[in-house]
C-alpha cells in the first residue's frame, strides 16, 4: 500500500467508467484494535454489493466487486494499516491508500469517485518527507505534525548494496572466518582503487557514499518528491549532509536538517526533530500566500466572496485557493454556471461548498492549500488568488 500524492488525486478527478466505488475506512495500528477493520470493511462491501446490482449489469461488475471482497479475508492486508483506508474501484482502476489521519466510515457507488475527503488531507500544508542518511542505507518517511510512517516507494535502493550492485570499495566491519576476531574488517571486494586483498582506502569509501548518494538522491526525486512537491527534510550526520547536499539536486531539499544519525531514532523522535526543521518553512509558505491574496485583492485579482470566488472557479480563473481547515459550508456548486447554492444545515455526508471550490480548482490545474483557521487572512472559509 501507499500514501496518496497530488498526482493520484488528478488521476482520480479525472472522467471515469462507472460503476466507481468510493470506501472510507478509519483504521488501526495497534491489536486488539486492528482486529475490527476486516469486520467493518467486510460490512461496507456487503451494502457497495447491493447499490452496485441494483444500478449496472452484474456480468460487468462481478470481477470488481470480487477485488473488493478479497481485501476483508487478506489477514496480512489488516496487520499493516495506519489511521485510515481508502479503497476506490471501478471496472478499470482499483487504488488503495493508507492515510495518516482518520476518515470518517463511509461506502459511495457513483459515476465518479468520491474524493473529498482527500482534498484536505492531500492538500494540507503540513505535511513532509524525512530522509534517514547513512553511509550504507537509506530510509524514507512521509509525515505531518502529528505522524510519521516509513514508506518504500518502488525504485528506491534501501542499501548500498542494492544501489551499486557487487561493486562496492566500502570496507566492512563483520566477524571473519579463520578465528579472527569479530569486527576485524575484510578486504575490500571489487575496489576499483584497492590492489586485490587490500582494505579499501578513505576515498574509496566516500566515492561509494556519493555514488550511492547520487542514486537515491535520483529516485527519491523521480519516485517522491516530484509527484508529491513535499518538502524534504534530512536526517544525518554532519559529513553525510555534506556529502549528500553537495550532489542532489532534489528543489524539495530543506536547509534545516536533522545533524544526528538517524540509527538510532525511532519515528516519534523523527517527527519531533524534523517539524522543527518544518515549522519555519512552514509558516513562511503560508505567509507568502497570504501575503499574495492580500496583494491580489488590492488589485482586484483576489476575493474572498464565495459567489464572486464561484464564478472565477467556473472559468478556471483560481490560481490559488486558500481553504480553512475543518471549516464546513454546506451546499452546492454548479460547476457548469458557477451558481452556489446554501444548504440550511449540515447533513452527514452532504456536500461541502468549500471541497466542491476546491476540486474544481484541482481540475483547472490550479493549486489548493488547506490553512489553519488561525492562519487564514479572512473569515469565509476561503481566500482566492486569480490567474488573470
Request: charged share 25%; proline share 9%; aromatic share 6%.
Amino acid at each position: 500500500m501507499r500514501p496518496l500524492t497530488a498526482a493520484d488525486l488528478n488521476v482520480l478527478l479525472a472522467e471515469q467508467q462507472p460503476p466507481c466505488v468510493s470506501i472510507y475506512l478509519p483504521t488501526h495500528r495497534t491489536y486488539p484494535d486492528n482486529r475490527q477493520g476486516p469486520i467493518r470493511y467486510r460490512n461496507l462491501v456487503h451494502h457497495v454489493a447491493e447499490a452496485v446490482r441494483q444500478k449496472y449489469p452484474r456480468a460487468a461488475t462481478e470481477e470488481l466487486l470480487d477485488k473488493l471482497r478479497g481485501l476483508a479475508d487478506d489477514q496480512p492486508f489488516w496487520s499493516h494499516r495506519w489511521d485510515g483506508l481508502v479503497v476506490l474501484g471501478s471496472t478499470t482502476q482499483f487504488h488503495i491508500f493508507d492515510l495518516q489521519r482518520p476518515v470518517l466510515e463511509l461506502a459511495v457507488v457513483a459515476d465518479s469517485f468520491h474524493v473529498k475527503p482527500l482534498l484536505r488531507i492531500i492538500q494540507s500544508a503540513d505535511r513532509f518527507h524525512v530522509l534517514c542518511l547513512q553511509r550504507e542505507e537509506v530510509r524514507l518517511y512521509e509525515g505531518n505534525r502529528d505522524a510519521l510512517d516509513e514508506i518504500q516507494p518502488p525504485g528506491l535502493p534501501l542499501n548500498i548494496e542494492t544501489a551499486l550492485g557487487t561493486d562496492v570499495a566500502v570496507q566492512r566491519k563483520t566477524p571473519a572466518p579463520g578465528g579472527k576476531s569479530p569486527g576485524e574488517p575484510h578486504p575490500a571486494p571489487r575496489s576499483p582503487n584497492a590492489p586485490p586483498g587490500h582494505a579499501a582506502t578513505r576515498d574509496d569509501a566516500k566515492l561509494d557514499t556519493e555514488r550511492f548518494f547520487r542514486v537515491v538522491d535520483q529516485a527519491v526525486w523521480e519516485q517522491v518528491s516530484r509527484p508529491a512537491g513535499l518538502p524534504v527534510v534530512i536526517a544525518a550526520l554532519p559529513e553525510n549532509q555534506a556529502i549528500f547536499r553537495a550532489i542532489t539536486h532534489n528543489p524539495q531539499v530543506l536547509t534545516a536538517c536533522i545533524e544526528r544519525s538517524p540509527a538510532g531514532m525511532n519515528p516519534p523522535q523523527l517527527r519531533a526533530e524534523a517539524w522543527k526543521c518544518m515549522l519555519a518553512h512552514y509558516l513562511t509558505r503560508l505567509g507568502r500566500f497570504v501575503e499574495d491574496f492580500r496583494t491580489a485583492k488590492s488589485r482586484q485579482r483576489g476575493s474572498d466572496n464565495l459567489d464572486e470566488v464561484a464564478r472565477a472557479g467556473r472559468d478556471g480563473r483560481v490560481g490559488v485557493l486558500l481553504v480553512e481547515a475543518e471549516r464546513f459550508i454546506p451546499g452546492k456548486f454548479d460547476p457548469h454556471t458557477g451558481i452556489v447554492s446554501l444548504a440550511p444545515n449540515r447533513q452527514a455526508n452532504g456536500d461541502d461548498l468549500l471541497d466542491d471550490l476546491a476540486e474544481q480548482v484541482l481540475r483547472t490545474k490550479g493549486n489548493v492549500v488547506v490553512v489553519p483557521r488561525e492562519r487564514m487572512p479572512t473569515a469565509t472559509g476561503l481566500a482566492a488568488i486569480y490567474r488573470f
